[in-house]
């Protein structure tokens, strides 16, 4: 069964920046500083990033849940929210005003300010956007009461946890298929919303709808997939490397041999952070997104 986001990966350019970044504005904390194996690289399809340094962290809150940096080359074609793939962070915070206020002078670029969700079946979430140092985008969600029909964490520190990961496609039916068909998960029937840094991205008009569904996951967590305006491309990516910004997101998994799929590489148990000894495999998904499972067990 596919279970929760464990972790995060983001391929950067500077970790030095990236650790005094996320420390100071999110009060994440180093879990990790080591560099990628070889052997880890060729499981991601990635052999560029063997010997890259890395840099794991989590929030203060103590959530085992992880971003984890990985050194790469600059992306120069690469744009924000244009192209396939893992578009988006969003992050579960506790106070969405006091953050706005604290990363007003930050390296995060504020791309959408705090605003009620435009979605027709609650008013309880609220929520900006930024681009990390990275390029990466990050959704800072507040949820401020119940919402019937889904279950959302509450952040315990002020900058918490990765609570939902959004993929972007070119098909809705396409991506939901392949995580029917690959992992078992249904996933939400479709629905219309306005997502403002999507529709400025692709300088849309500001109410333009965007089709979107929802697979519902254990610990609190989710994928949102959207499908994407006909400009969008795919991801581009230095040969042999791993894509620009948000890269790779890893999911616990009861059994990897379950999985009927091909594997870049076999599991494989990994003792390093943030496997723990625990086997994991990676295989790409229906917009040649990466993803890794991390076994349970």
């Not at 690469?78 to 396939?84: G, I, M």
């Not at 091909?262 to 943030?274: L, T, V």
């Not at 086997?279 to 993803?291: K, V």
Request: proline share 8%.
């Amino acid at each position: 069964m596919l279970g929760a986001i464990h972790t995060v990966t983001i391929t950067a350019t500077d970790l030095q920046d990236i650790e005094d970044t996320y420390s100071r504005y999110f009060e994440y904390q180093v879990v990790d500083r080591s560099p990628v194996s070889a052997s880890l690289a060729a499981s991601w399809g990635a052999p560029e990033a063997a010997g890259a340094a890395g840099l794991i962290m989590q929030p203060a809150s103590g959530a085992q849940n992880f971003l984890r940096f990985v050194e790469g080359k600059p992306a120069p074609d690469y744009v924000p929210l244009r192209s396939f793939g893992w578009n988006a962070i969003e992050i579960i915070v506790k106070d969405l005003s006091a953050l706005n206020e604290r990363l007003l002078d930050s390296p995060f670029e504020i791309i959408g300010t705090p605003a009620v969700l435009d979605f027709d079946f609650t008013d309880a979430i609220s929520a900006m956007q930024v681009i990390g140092p990275a390029g990466e985008v990050l959704y800072l969600t507040m949820v401020s009461k119940d919402v019937p029909g889904l279950d959302l964490p509450r952040a315990a520190s002020f900058v918490d946890q990765t609570f939902i990961m959004i993929l972007g496609g070119q098909s809705l039916a396409q991506i939901t298929s392949f995580f029917a068909e690959t992992f078992g998960v249904p996933s939400s029937p479709p629905m219309d919303g306005t997502i403002r840094v999507l529709n400025s991205a692709f300088d849309r008009p500001p109410k333009t709808k965007t089709t979107i569904a929802t697979i519902t996951l254990p610990g609190q967590t989710l994928i949102e997939l959207d499908e994407m305006p006909g400009q969008a491309i795919p991801r581009p990516v230095h040969t042999g490397c791993l894509p620009p910004a948000a890269a790779i997101v890893s999911f616990e998994h009861d059994d990897l041999s379950a999985i009927d799929a091909a594997f870049i590489a076999a599991p494989e148990a990994r003792a390093e952070a943030p496997y723990f000894g625990r086997r994991a495999a990676t295989l790409y998904g229906a917009t040649g997104e990466l993803i890794e499972l991390i076994e349970s067990r």
